[in-house]
């Protein structure tokens, strides 16, 4: 099993800045994937951005040259900076992690942008 706890979100004025954390512990085995999705309401799960434990990053084509994603494999973390955010870019964000062919989710944070 797996276990991941978000934390950083919050409300913030359009192009406002927030990071996203995300701790994970349990059964974690290497060549793991860790991801952000988000949900809008209304709006279908998807995802924002990717890192593998190698570190190569798959980015959303509406937050390329916004956010950033970034791990710390020693402490099994996995980050979010968002910058210039958009009202756009509401959302619960959800933490990911992909290991021995199985998919653990976190509880969700809230991001709110205000225009």
């Known amino acids: 099993q797996v276990q991941l706890v978000e934390s950083g979100g919050g409300l913030v004025q359009a192009g406002g800045s927030l990071r996203l954390s995300c701790a994970a512990s349990?059964?974690?085995?290497?060549?793991?994937?860790m991801a952000w999705y988000r949900q809008a309401p209304g709006n279908e799960r998807e995802l924002v951005a990717a890192i593998t434990s190698g570190g190569s990053t798959n980015y959303a084509d509406s937050v390329k040259g916004r956010f950033t994603i970034s791990r710390d494999n020693a402490k099994n973390a996995v980050y979010l900076q968002m910058n210039s955010l958009k009202a756009e870019d509401t959302a619960v964000y959800y933490c990911?992690?992909?290991?021995?062919?199985?998919?653990?989710w976190g509880q969700g944070t809230q991001v709110t942008v205000s225009s």
């Open positions: 990911q992690v992909l290991t021995a062919g199985r998919a653990y």
């Open positions: 349990g059964s974690i085995f290497s060549g793991n994937v």
